[in-house]
């Protein structure tokens, strides 16, 4: 379960580049008091909003949550566990999808606007791919912030229908992660073991 040094990879970019953004990258519950810049959320969004979704639909919604007041009106919702490093980190983001997403067809994918009545039509299929495509682009938004230079803190460890009505009654958003943003602490424990290439991975 070792993690093959980054001289034995394929690589296309730095291998300090690739360290960052991945092999040295932790998940981060401590962070330092220096603060995330406006420049740094804005790089975010601009690097996030760059990853393939299906049809080009960018159903991902992202609200920063900066101020004490919604801090603790957020950190209510968060499980025991999750509650203090949110109250304490730099910044939150929660990660939601627009339920409504395929109204904007003509803006996202222009060549194209009448495949937004298939959504219409099916509500089912609206909300799975809105749910789909939003968790792609969470994975993007991860890389983007450590491209940022910060570290992050993914969490499912919330009650989303009670931050929904919190933050996005009458919006159609719906929350999927909560991310802590911000400089990391060094991590107490040493890096958990990932699987071996041979354990996870089949060619057919």
Partial sequence: MST?????????ITTEDADRLFTTARTA??????PVTAEQ???IYELTKMGPTAFNSQPLRITWVESSEAR??????????????????PLTAILSFDENWHTRFPEFLPAAPQLQGMYDE????????GTANAHIQV???IIAARAAGLAVGPMT???????????????????IVVVN????????????????????????
């Fill in 181 to 204: 943003l911000g400089h990391p602490q060094a991590p107490s424990y040493e890096r958990n073991p990932r699987f071996a290439v041979a354990d996870v991975t089949e060619t057919i």
């Fill in 139 to 141: 994975g993007y938004f």
């Fill in 72 to 89: 603790e009106r957020l950190v209510q919702h968060m499980n025991g566990g999750n509650q203090e490093k949110t109250r304490k980190a």
């Fill in 41 to 43: 959320k804005h790089t």
């Fill in 29 to 34: 519950s401590h962070f330092t008091d220096e």
């Fill in 122 to 129: 099916n509500a089912e299929l609206r909300m799975s791919s």
């Fill in 157 to 175: 460890g919330f009650d989303a229908p009670a931050v929904d009505r919190e933050f996005f009654e009458g919006t159609g958003k719906r929350s």
């Fill in 4 to 12: 093959p040094a980054l001289e034995q990879l394929a690589l296309d």
